[in-house]
DNA sequence: CTGAAAGCGCTAACAT
DNA sequence: ATGTTAGCGCTTTCAG
């Protein structure tokens, strides 16, 4: 049962980390030679500079960071605090983000605020006090003390996940650079989709707006358009909680409770989560999606396409905003100035779960 | 359309966070003594204490964590290496461990390895660079360098998510303390469910069983619980990624394929996301759910009690996991030695996706 | 109860 | 090209 337990490699009782002073006592040099090599910085020798790595390899030297962190004033840190962990975006934006920054030697300090800008500050605070060289931060949203106090400590911040503050309607502290994507374009080019297809009533089911500018900017997205083609607003429901499917069931019925003939042919929802909900709360309403009533998503997460009926939604590029937000910030802390990328690209991914309204076949509207 | 900027409290251009020195300077005492007030470690006059901390206060006093790493050789930082942040659960629990690590004045280290040993090793010894006090991994199957590692290192580590290593035969290095539940036994209760409806052929569809123990116990126990009755060894289809719901369609499908009045007439998902797909498949292959055949989950991730059918599933502590690995570890580094508590309760869920098999009332088998 | 002094391991001028 | 000299900000003996 119990597998003979093999070798360890057990340290002597008094064992402890190889310094660098170990290796230029046992190079030969000064620990500043060793520095110079370890960090390539400054010209060394090649017969030293080999004699000090193939020492440090066989030390199995690991430069401690605290010191490294206390002499250079630099942590080769970044944090990052996100709304929620839950959100299945985030952890995969963020899972890359981290991989990038570890691949160019910097370690990710992650926290999550639960969509609160109190709690996001305290964070922000507790982040500073460990020294991090940058933080990123999910949306254009947050606290101006918490932006203040990052300005005044000189600590670079990476907003991420919005792009320009275009449409969104919050107070923008100073100017922060943002890798992202255009919420409001996305979801305006979803809603005139939905009109193209001959929907002239639409309904939203956001999550809470509140602190957050992505989902505000998609609800505002849907209004514009719909005022642009001289409709009426969209009847809008915004849940407690973001990320349960319970609430996008309960919301769609709130939504269609008692509406009889002026019920929206087509329901916006701000993610798939929510989008989910609502398929389940039209089927058991009897509505035919899409025949009845269309649905659409936002996110693209890995059950969407295989919904029934499979969920019409916006992919969101979190991948690509990790990766870029990443390199750029790295880019950035080691001095080159590179150009903020532009806005990533959200796609529309059409799916069965949307079409066009009953009895009204689609017909593009003129112009 | 662009609101005024609010003030921004903005720092004289030459500022640096306040040190300790600069506390003791204002208050007339040493450095010595700040450490002490702001440690609570050591005898201080009662008055001498208010006036350092009233002054830390004002002075918006931090103290720099890698000054204090340094100096301490205790970094109040824990690391910890998680197989994928895809997997909701783990999301979950880690949320909470960050959480309770933060308010008892702890730091996380986060990092992902792809369900990866050797990447899971590197991370580790990145984290021991960074001077981790403690390192939490999940599951019980690990690189036996990485454990002999930590232990030269005298990094005490934390297993979670698995208890025992019943069940799971992996070769277990040393005893590590862990904490999370008895994977084998809530799989086995579940068969055995399965069992007492009157099912005698059972279908097995995990996600990958290498270097996840959790999997793999869970594999055995439906094998062990067939034996035991001394019914045939259950059909296994094991999937190269275990998060999405398009593998678990695919195995369901493999799983019935021309295997006619031999198929199985319940199959057993070992986590919520697979049996999702299996359910779709189900449908798709005009399999009636619960009556053609019953279908099992693992995780009791919010959707499952959504799906139609509502899935069975087992549900599992996740946050109750978080909550006391991150309390059991502080305790630990503080030097009390907290007793480990016992295995966490994962529950059977029953719901519609289960049932008795076709033309086979239930009937509990005898004893 | 409190201060003085000595570093923790590394980097960064400044010499040579 | 390499060594020397100072610390980074905090904790920690050790005296008093």
Same mark, same amino acid.
């Given at each position: 049962?119990?597998?003979?337990?093999?070798?360890?490699?057990?340290?002597?009782?008094?064992?402890?980390?190889?310094?660098?002073?170990?290796?230029?006592?046992?190079?030969?040099?000064?620990?500043?030679?060793?520095?110079?090599?370890?960090?390539?910085?400054?010209?060394?020798?090649?017969?030293?500079?080999?004699?000090?790595?193939?020492?440090?390899?066989?030390?199995?030297?690991?430069?401690?960071?605290?010191?490294?962190?206390?002499?250079?004033?630099?942590?080769?840190?970044?944090?990052?605090?996100?709304?929620?962990?839950?959100?299945?975006?985030?952890?995969?934006?963020?899972?890359?983000?981290?991989?990038?920054?570890?691949?160019?030697?910097?370690?990710?300090?992650?926290?999550?605020?639960?969509?609160?800008?109190?709690?996001?500050?305290?964070?922000?605070?507790?982040?500073?006090?460990?020294?991090?060289?940058?933080?990123?931060?999910?949306?254009?949203?947050?606290?101006?003390?918490?932006?203040?106090?990052?300005?005044?400590?000189?600590?670079?911040?990476?907003?991420?996940?919005?792009?320009?503050?275009?449409?969104?309607?919050?107070?923008?502290?100073?100017?922060?650079?943002?890798?992202?994507?255009?919420?409001?374009?996305?979801?305006?080019? =979803? @809603? !005139?989709?939905? &009109?193209? #297809? +001959?929907?002239? /009533?639409?309904?939203?089911? $956001?999550?809470?707006?509140? *602190?957050?500018?992505?989902?505000?900017?998609?609800?505002?997205?849907?209004?514009?358009?719909?005022?642009?083609?001289?409709?009426?607003?969209?009847?809008?429901?915004?849940?407690?909680?973001?990320?349960?499917?319970?609430?996008?069931? =309960? @919301? !769609?019925?709130? &939504?269609? #409770? +008692?509406?009889? /003939?002026?019920?929206?042919? $087509?329901?916006?929802?701000? *993610?798939?989560?929510?989008?989910?909900?609502?398929?389940?709360?039209?089927?058991?309403?009897?509505?035919?999606?899409?025949?009845?009533?269309?649905?659409?998503?936002?996110?693209?997460?890995?059950?969407?396409?295989?919904?029934?009926? =499979?969920?019409?939604?916006?992919?969101?590029?979190?991948?690509?905003?990790?990766?870029?937000? $990443?390199?750029?910030?790295?880019?950035?802390?080691?001095?080159?100035?590179?150009?903020?990328?532009?806005?990533?690209?959200?796609?529309?991914?059409?799916?069965?779960?949307?079409?066009?309204?009953?009895?009204?076949?689609?017909?593009?509207?003129?112009?």
């Amino acid at each position: 049962m119990k597998a003979s337990a093999p070798a360890l490699p057990v340290a002597a009782p008094g064992w402890r980390p190889a310094t660098a002073q170990d290796i230029a006592r046992a190079a030969g040099v000064s620990a500043a030679s060793v520095s110079r090599v370890l960090n390539n910085t400054g010209r060394v020798g090649a017969l030293t500079r080999e004699r000090i790595l193939k020492i440090a390899a066989e030390l199995n030297y690991a430069p401690n960071a605290a010191a490294r962190t206390l002499a250079s004033r630099r942590s080769r840190t970044v944090g990052a605090v996100i709304p929620s962990l839950e959100n299945l975006n985030f952890a995969i934006g963020i899972d890359r983000f981290r991989k990038v920054l570890r691949e160019r030697g910097y370690t990710l300090l992650l926290a999550s605020c639960d969509y609160d800008n109190d709690k996001e500050e305290a964070q922000i605070k507790a982040m500073a006090a460990h020294g991090v060289d940058a933080v990123m931060l999910i949306g254009a949203s947050h606290n101006a003390q918490a932006l203040g106090f990052l300005q005044a400590r000189r600590i670079p911040v990476l907003l991420t996940w919005s792009c320009s503050p275009e449409g969104a309607n919050f107070p923008m502290i100073g100017s922060a650079p943002c890798i992202g994507f255009d919420n409001f374009a996305a979801a305006r080019q =979803a @809603a !005139l989709y939905l &009109l193209d #297809q +001959g929907h002239r /009533r639409l309904g939203v089911i $956001a999550g809470t707006t509140v *602190n957050n500018d992505r989902s505000a900017a998609r609800v505002n997205a849907v209004a514009a358009a719909l005022a642009e083609r001289g409709l009426a607003p969209p009847r809008i429901v915004t849940t407690p909680a973001s990320y349960l499917v319970s609430e996008g069931k =309960a @919301a !769609l019925q709130r &939504l269609m #409770q +008692g509406k009889g /003939r002026d019920a929206p042919t $087509a329901v916006m929802c701000m *993610n798939d989560i929510l989008a989910y909900g609502a398929l389940l709360a039209a089927s058991e309403l009897g509505l035919d999606v899409p025949h009845d009533l269309s649905v659409t998503g936002f996110d693209d997460l890995d059950f969407a396409a295989s919904l029934s009926p =499979a969920l019409t939604t916006v992919r969101i590029p979190a991948e690509a905003i990790g990766d870029a937000a $990443a390199s750029w910030l790295v880019d950035s802390l080691e001095g080159r100035q590179p150009p903020l990328p532009p806005p990533l690209s959200a796609e529309l991914v059409i799916r069965a779960s949307s079409g066009p309204p009953p009895r009204a076949p689609a017909q593009p509207t003129p112009r």
